[in-house]
Nanobody, 124 residues
Framework: VQLQASGGGLVQPGGSLTLSCATS????????VAWFRQAPGKEREGVLCFGSRDETIPFAYRVMKRFAVPRDTRNNTVYLRMTSLTPEDTAIYFC??????????????????WGRGTLVTVSS
């Protein structure tokens, strides 16, 4: 499964950015899709997951109420909508899909399909 993550860039503190994760290899309608990020010198951490039953599961407390994961079933795309960004949100962001039958998990090892990552830089 090829995942295409896009939408990263430079944004000022307090700004917003929306990332996209798309694939043409399988329908995302009933598929868990997670977002992870990796800051320089740090381990990859889970951000949010959009579950197969349309539930949103936050993996990081500090992104709650700031990040959301809307899904566009027409374009087979899952988004990561980020608001009130801070420099601490600077990282490479990845989308990932777990194996069939596996739902949202916070551990990166639970996922076997990854997008290439898109860089988000929050700086003035």
């Amino acid at each position: 499964v090829q995942l295409q993550a896009s939408g990263g860039g430079l944004v000022q503190p307090g700004g917003s950015l929306t990332l996209s994760c798309a694939t043409s290899d399988l329908p995302l309608r009933n598929q868990a899709v997670a977002w992870f990020r990796q800051a320089p010198g740090k381990e990859r951490e889970g951000v949010l997951c959009f579950g197969s039953r349309d539930e949103t599961i936050p993996f990081a407390y500090r992104v709650m109420k700031r990040f959301a994961v809307p899904r566009d079933t027409r374009n087979n795309t899952v988004y990561l909508r980020m608001t009130s960004l801070t420099p601490e949100d600077t990282a490479i962001y990845f989308c990932a899909i777990p194996p069939p039958g596996v739902g949202c998990r916070s551990a990166p090892s639970a996922y076997n399909h990854w997008g290439r990552g898109t860089l988000v830089t929050v700086s003035s």
